[in-house]
């Protein structure tokens, strides 16, 4: 079983930069690819970033698209997601997950394991 924590939200101007973390335990960490969602207010959970068990390929969703960077350490089991010319629209519950399949993916289904969220607010 893992176990998900996520850190590093909070209130940022538009146009400004936060990084958030995801910490694992519980588990072999570099087995598992790794993904953020976000959730905003009213709104379905949407796929963000995904990245696979070395780091050697990565995923973004088309709104996030050369202003996120999703990375991992594998040794502090850690996956980190900076986030740079945020905007109102990036407002929202950002939530880490793990996938054990072995292969990059945007599928909201595929993943095993959730952690509850950070919230990241961008104030225009």
């Known amino acids: 079983q893992v176990q998900l924590v996520e850190s590093g939200g909070g209130l940022v101007q538009a146009g400004g930069s936060l990084r958030v973390s995801c910490a694992a335990s519980?588990?072999?960490?570099?087995?598992?690819?790794m993904g953020w969602f976000r959730q905003a207010p009213g709104k379905e959970r949407e796929f963000v970033a995904a990245?696979?068990?070395?780091?050697?390929?990565?995923y973004y969703a088309d709104s996030v698209k050369g202003r996120f960077t999703i990375s991992r350490d594998n040794a502090k089991n850690t996956v980190y997601l900076q986030m740079n010319s945020l905007r109102p629209e990036d407002t929202a519950l950002y939530y880490c997950?793990?996938?054990?399949?072995?292969?990059?993916?945007?599928?909201?289904?595929?993943?095993?394991?959730w952690g509850r969220g950070t919230q990241v607010t961008v104030s225009s």
């Open positions: 997950a793990a996938d054990r399949a072995s292969s990059v993916t945007y599928l909201l289904a595929s993943y095993d394991y």
């Open positions: 990245i696979n068990w070395s780091g050697s390929s990565t």
């Open positions: 519980g588990g072999i960490f570099s087995w598992y690819t």
